[in-house]
């Protein structure tokens, strides 16, 4: 469930919020788009891992005062001063380093209302999906004075996603299932990738589809037997370092052999992905969108 649980404080599992929210304490956080902007704030505060990326993407990582135990990257990322986690927030380290601005998610909402009684600037952005992450990057760039680098960012992204979808576009779409989470120690219950989640949106980008098609729960679990029954053609197994480290890439895809009669499996097509990013929905998701694209589509030439 560790997985699971860093994917959900990231935004991904998040069911309603709104892009850009702001609640301000004493002033406005919003900005005009124009990296001259008089409202630059310099003491800033991320409460999230991928909005701590969007930050030092935007080249504010030197006004970034305090992020969570969770922010890794960058390397600088390490050096700032740690504010707790994600479900719990250390006010009292918050308060002391003195913010201009806290930047959180859309799960946030009870760290929200708190900081608005400690009479603290916040801004709230929504990671749940691309478009999300997208809008996200603007807005940080609007608020914080820049809007330029924001949108030369937000452009590199919907050029390399335009490019993706553009090769993929004549090709079959296969059965991609997305393992999110499962304890790697066992094989048993397997979190997957639902409808209407940010993996969906990255397989169907990538030229595929999604072997689980139900909708009523985003992020459902799948027993054995619901493997074989779903019969992917391709499965992508998410699996930070750590994962892999603990039990080894070579027991891990023995474990995806035991069922042998799956397409997938039976054709050699599972592939792991160990990337720590890989379950972080922040500006570096184009990465994994572009791997995801070369797994489902081997025979296409990729760069």
Known sequence: MRKLTTIAAAGVLAFSGIAGTLFAADRDAGGTGNDNSRCVYRRIISLSPSVTEILFALGLGDRVVGVTRYCNYPPEAQ???KVGGYYDPN???IVRLQPDLVVMLTIH????EHLRHLNLNSLTVDHTDISGIIRSIMTIGDACGAGQKAQILANGITASMDRIRNKTSGCARPRVL???DR???SFKNIYVAGKETFYDEMILCAGGMNAYSG???RYPVVSIEGIYQLNPEVIIDLLPDRDREKNGREKILAQWNS?????????GRVYLFEQDYSVIPGPRFIAILEE????IHPELQWK
């Open 79 to 81: 050096r700032k001063t």
């Open 91 to 93: 006010y009292e380290e």
């Open 109 to 112: 909402s009870a760290a929200r």
């Open 178 to 180: 997305v393992s999110v």
């Open 183 to 185: 304890n790697t120690d």
């Open 215 to 217: 909708t009523t729960v």
């Open 259 to 267: 069922v042998s009669s799956v397409t997938a499996v039976k054709n």
């Open 292 to 295: 995801m694209a070369k797994a």
